[in-house]
């Protein structure tokens, strides 16, 4: 099933704690805040952090990738990890659990690799699920890229154009938009050309867009400078922005 979902999805172009030295991000802190109001509201009488599940599918179930969630969500968050590999130490896990958390953080790594996976164990059934009854659905990278129609995607080495996302949300995406060489040239002639289908979003590291029901309402960005673009043709217009720092 594709079109636009109703929920809400949070799609960074790069950062978080996977980008972060020390662990810490401020997107991942309003991440947090976000996922435990929603909690609360749905749960009054269950006075515990919020739920998150680490989905690693795009890095082949990275052991270190998800022990670094662990670490950087640690205290702050009930932490699970999604595993279709059923890497040590964390074995094969139903996607059904996906249905009982507040937030979904999705990990990058290649955008076809995760795509393929996730429709032979019916994932993106349940992200739909999910993102419906209110779990937040949010993602860096490749993790962003998969909730599109079409994405900008490195996954079978040079930059191409990648048509076959979820289509959760209508047009392309286009993460680490300003810091990788050739990622914004590229973006903007798939989008002049019509390689893509548009509205074109442009992501830069450390900038994320927030996604009410399919349309972005709001950019958020932990580093100074970056932003969003949406790009239709030759149009490309800079989205206002809410720094975190």
Known sequence: MTGAIRGTIVALGGGGFSMSETGESAVDDWLLDLAGRRAAAAHPHRPAPPRVCFVPTASGDSRDYSERFESAFAGRAQTHVLSLFGQSPWAYADPSMLLSMDLVYVGGGSTVNLLALWRRHGVDRTMREAAAQGTVLAGISAGANCWFEGSSTDSFGP?????????????????????????AESFRD???TGALPSPGLAIDDGAAAVIEDGTVTSVIAEAAGAHASLITG?????????SLT
């Open 190 to 192: 798939w989008m002049r």
């Open 159 to 183: 930059l191409a154009p990648l048509h076959d996302g979820l289509g959760f949300v209508p047009g392309s995406a286009c993460p680490h938009f300003h810091s990788e060489e050739g990622r």
């Open 234 to 242: 030759e149009t490309e217009t800079t989205l206002p922005t809410t």
